[in-house]
């Protein structure tokens, strides 16, 4: 089945450290975006994708970093800059610009130790 | 900037009531909405997708309703059950000049039986 891979489910991180999350897609999507979630909050956009080797900040992109050399991985570096990076991570999916909006995936859950 | 407001933020209600669950956005000019799903530490599952053009869409027992002119949608749960507790975001794409969707808080839904 078509879907999106999140990988890890959890991680920790050390003060200072940067650290990788995955993100998978086999549905052939043009387009690949990464939320962030707070309790109570909606999601904010980090940062997206509308091609490969090409993508575009987001609301809170700074203390991120990401990069797309193939259509179907999106990773996102969460780096030592972001000062508080303790949140729930959630990757996404489009056709392209279209109408039809998001496949999501399972999410990571990042904490700081 | 489009913002979107859900209200309630939290919502108990006993088995079997019918829900209405809203969703305001402040720009007018979107292109859809769209209704998700997240039950607790999961990604997000789409329900329903209402076009710009459209005034409502139903699947089983969700009804989605659009009013564009005033900033409005409302997501209708008829005959509500314990499975049906999760948060239920809505989303908007465009307004504010922008095709990227902006997520609202979600409602926080328990059924208890």
């Known amino acids: 089945d078509g879907g999106i891979t999140q990988s890890p489910k959890y991680l920790f991180r050390k003060e200072g450290q940067n650290v990788t999350l995955s993100c998978e897609q086999n549905?052939?999507?043009?387009?690949m975006y990464w939320y962030r979630q707070d309790p109570g909050q909606g999601l904010r956009l980090i940062y997206y994708s509308q091609i490969v080797n090409d993508f575009q900040k987001g609301d809170i992109a700074e203390g991120y970093s990401v990069s797309r050399e193939k259509k179907e991985s999106f990773p996102l570096t969460v780096t030592s800059a972001q000062k508080n990076p303790t949140a729930f991570y959630l990757c996404?999916?489009?056709?392209?610009?279209?109408?039809?909006?998001?496949?999501f995936g399972s999410g990571t859950r990042l904490t700081v130790v | 900037k489009q913002e979107v407001t859900q209200i309630p933020a939290a919502l108990s209600v006993p088995e079997g009531e019918n829900l209405v669950l809203n969703c305001s956005f402040t720009?007018?000019?979107?292109?859809?909405l769209q209704w998700f799903r997240q039950d607790p530490g999961k990604g997000l599952t789409s329900l329903l997708l209402i076009q710009s053009s459209q005034r409502e869409q139903t699947s089983g027992r969700l009804n989605a309703s659009l009013d564009k002119s005033s900033g409005r949608s409302t997501l209708y749960i008829a005959a509500s059950q314990p499975g049906d507790s999760a948060t239920y975001l809505c989303a908007v794409r465009g307004g504010g000049g922008s095709y990227i969707p902006t997520f609202g808080r979600g409602t926080s839904l328990i059924v208890h039986p």
């Open positions: 720009d007018s000019a979107i292109y859809n």
């Open positions: 549905l052939n999507h043009d387009a």
């Open positions: 996404a999916s489009s056709p392209g610009t279209g109408p039809v909006m998001k496949t």
